[in-house]
């Protein structure tokens, strides 16, 4: 089966019967023990449950792996993914990677003996130069938050091959749809299923996929130990949203590329930053490894005053963080999600008081437009 055909109908198995054919939920904490001294599938629900199941083996299907998991949060996935390292273990990370992924690195997981070291995942040689003989994985999230810029992942998944490590991929911003990280080579990729795999900004929840039994295993452990699991009733909101993910996914794309062509050519615009853009040095390999540049892009304009009054003027577009839902939002990385950092760094970065980002919705372009169009005239 193809991508949306295995989305519809993934989960529908026939063994279910007519009953239970794959649009039900079941809540149950507990499952009653059939036979005495004999190991059932579902027994209490942090360990196993239907409806997660169904939703992990859904995510599982559409990136291409052999086993999925559903967390609580993009985060819980993280953290209980960490867990299967121990104190005196190294990490390779990029110096822009999502604030939550370095809070925990930096302030939680240090404490625990972990280290980590961040470096720019646009170059190879820096990412091969950071390996120390402690390091256990490298981890990749592509493209990067707020400036698009791209890891080729290929590349990293032969230098890790080369020194035994892992690879892991948070594939939030590109979803299964446009890009399928286990396909290239890495051996886990995760998501924070708040942003495309729920789409409509109502559903915190994380997942992660692997082709590897054994560590499938590891997984399988940190869900049943550290417990930080997708509800029932989230999962099967996640079902029903990721049947539409690939209409979503390329209404967003396809909404993007108009509005990036309006902004390229507005005198209020600088410059705009997107992973397909000609003069993105991350372009080709983008290309390669992914189907477009997906529906997150940023710009900068002229003024601090004009980014201030775009985000007050904007009447279809909120003025609000995250990304990956049917509204279009628009944030402001520097006073918004990239507040730990000094100053001085965020500009040395790019990430200055007069950049915006837009998350981009499946609204109808030509009304982003014009509420673009508006909000910078003001
Ligand atoms: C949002 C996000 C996370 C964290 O996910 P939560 O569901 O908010 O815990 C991790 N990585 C990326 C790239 C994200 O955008």
Same mark, same amino acid.
């Given at each position: 089966?193809?991508? &949306?055909?295995?989305?519809?109908?993934?989960?529908?198995?026939?063994?279910?019967?007519?009953?239970?054919?794959?649009?039900?939920?079941?809540?149950?904490?507990?499952?009653?023990?059939?036979?005495?001294?004999?190991?059932?599938?579902?027994?209490?629900?942090?360990?196993?449950?239907?409806?997660?199941?169904?939703?992990?083996?859904?995510?599982?299907?559409?990136?291409?792996?052999?086993?999925?998991?559903?967390?609580?949060?993009?985060?819980?996935?993280?953290?209980?993914?960490?867990?299967?390292?121990?104190?005196?273990?190294?990490?390779?990370?990029?110096?822009?990677?999502?604030?939550?992924?370095?809070?925990?690195?930096?302030?939680?997981?240090?404490?625990?003996?972990?280290?980590?070291?961040?470096?720019?995942?646009?170059?190879?040689?820096?990412?091969?130069?950071?390996?120390?003989?402690?390091?256990?994985?490298?981890?990749? &999230?592509?493209?990067?938050?707020?400036?698009?810029?791209?890891?080729?992942?290929?590349?990293?998944?032969?230098?890790?091959?080369?020194?035994?490590?892992?690879?892991?991929?948070?594939?939030?911003?590109?979803?299964?749809?446009?890009?399928?990280?286990?396909?290239?080579?890495?051996?886990?990729?995760?998501?924070?299923?708040?942003?495309?795999?729920?789409?409509?900004?109502?559903?915190?929840?994380?997942?992660?996929?692997?082709?590897?039994?054994?560590?499938? &295993?590891?997984?399988?452990?940190?869900?049943?130990?550290?417990?930080?699991?997708?509800?029932?009733?989230?999962?099967?909101?996640?079902?029903?949203?990721?049947?539409?993910?690939?209409?979503?996914?390329?209404?967003?794309?396809?909404?993007?590329?108009?509005?990036?062509?309006?902004?390229?050519?507005?005198?209020?615009?600088?410059?705009?930053?997107?992973?397909?853009?000609?003069?993105?040095?991350?372009?080709?390999?983008?290309?390669?490894?992914?189907?477009?540049?997906?529906?997150?892009?940023?710009?900068?304009?002229?003024?601090?005053?004009?980014?201030?009054?775009?985000?007050?003027?904007?009447?279809?577009?909120?003025?609000?963080?995250?990304?990956?839902?049917?509204?279009?939002?628009?944030?402001?990385?520097?006073?918004?999600?990239?507040?730990?950092?000094?100053? &001085?760094?965020?500009?040395?970065?790019?990430?200055?008081?007069?950049?915006?980002?837009?998350?981009?919705?499946?609204?109808?372009?030509?009304?982003?437009?014009?509420?673009?169009?508006?909000?910078?005239?003001?």
């Amino acid at each position: 089966m193809r991508f &949306e055909t295995k989305a519809i109908h993934g989960v529908r198995t026939p063994e279910k019967g007519v009953e239970n054919w794959g649009n039900t939920i079941n809540l149950a904490t507990t499952f009653p023990i059939k036979e005495y001294n004999v190991m059932q599938e579902f027994e209490y629900s942090r360990v196993m449950s239907p409806t997660r199941k169904d939703f992990e083996s859904l995510v599982a299907q559409l990136e291409s792996g052999k086993h999925g998991f559903g967390f609580a949060s993009g985060m819980a996935a993280i953290t209980s993914i960490f867990t299967m390292f121990k104190a005196g273990d190294h990490f390779v990370l990029g110096l822009d990677i999502y604030g939550g992924t370095f809070r925990i690195m930096n302030d939680v997981f240090r404490q625990f003996g972990f280290e980590s070291t961040f470096v720019d995942m646009t170059d190879l040689g820096k990412i091969e130069a950071a390996i120390r003989p402690n390091t256990k994985a490298i981890f990749v &999230e592509t493209p990067s938050n707020p400036l698009l810029d791209v890891t080729d992942i290929r590349g990293v998944v032969a230098i890790a091959k080369k020194h035994e490590l892992l690879t892991i991929v948070d594939n939030t911003f590109m979803s299964p749809v446009l890009q399928r990280p286990l396909e290239l080579g890495a051996d886990i990729v995760l998501h924070s299923a708040t942003k495309f795999l729920g789409g409509h900004n109502d559903i915190v929840a994380g997942a992660a996929v692997v082709n590897r039994d054994d560590l499938a &295993e590891k997984i399988t452990f940190a869900q049943v130990a550290m417990g930080a699991l997708v509800s029932a009733f989230d999962s099967w909101l996640l079902l029903r949203s990721m049947k539409t993910l690939k209409l979503r996914v390329e209404k967003a794309q396809a909404n993007t590329l108009k509005l990036l062509d309006f902004l390229r050519s507005h005198p209020e615009v600088e410059k705009v930053y997107y992973p397909t853009a000609p003069d993105n040095k991350g372009k080709t390999i983008q290309e390669s490894q992914a189907e477009g540049g997906g529906s997150v892009f940023s710009f900068t304009v002229k003024s601090e005053e004009k980014a201030k009054s775009f985000f007050e003027n904007l009447k279809v577009a909120l003025f609000a963080v995250s990304l990956g839902g049917v509204e279009t939002l628009v944030t402001h990385p520097s006073s918004l999600t990239h507040t730990e950092f000094p100053e &001085e760094e965020k500009v040395a970065r790019g990430v200055t008081r007069t950049l915006i980002r837009v998350a981009v919705g499946i609204e109808d372009a030509d009304d982003l437009i014009e509420d673009f169009k508006q909000a910078l005239a003001k």
